[in-house]
């Protein structure tokens, strides 16, 4: 088993930057793919990016390519989503979440963990 805590949320600007990070307990951490999923309200979970459990394979939504970046320290058991050129559009709760599998895949409903969500607001 694997426990998220994701941290770093805020408040910021449109077309500033903001970095959220995932913490994981267990000593396994390396055998997860971590994904990054969105939700705003009234709306679903949306995917945003993923990385695979070496770190060496990541995959994004065409809504963030270029202006995110996901990097993961399986030394450190915490993985990091880099959001630069933020729109009020990136403005949801983000969720990080685990699966056992050396791929991340785009579909929530595959992810067996997940953290508690930290939230990102941008104000245009």
């Known amino acids: 088993q694997v426990q998220l805590v994701e941290s770093g949320g805020g408040l910021v600007q449109a077309g500033g930057s903001l970095r959220v990070s995932c913490a994981a307990s267990?000593?396994?951490?390396?055998?997860?793919?971590i994904g990054w999923f969105r939700q705003a309200p009234g709306k679903e979970r949306e995917f945003v990016a993923w990385?695979?459990?070496?770190?060496?394979?990541?995959y994004y939504a065409d809504s963030v390519k270029g202006r995110f970046t996901i990097s993961r320290d399986n030394a450190k058991n915490t993985v990091a989503l880099q959001m630069n050129s933020l729109k009020p559009e990136d403005t949801a709760v983000y969720y990080c979440?685990?699966?056992?599998?050396?791929?991340?895949?785009?579909?929530?409903?595959?992810?067996?963990?997940w953290g508690q969500g930290t939230q990102v607001t941008v104000s245009s």
């Open positions: 979440s685990a699966r056992q599998s050396a791929l991340g895949v785009v579909t929530p409903q595959m992810y067996g963990y």
């Open positions: 267990g000593r396994t951490f390396s055998i997860y793919a």
């Open positions: 990385i695979s459990r070496g770190g060496a394979t990541t």
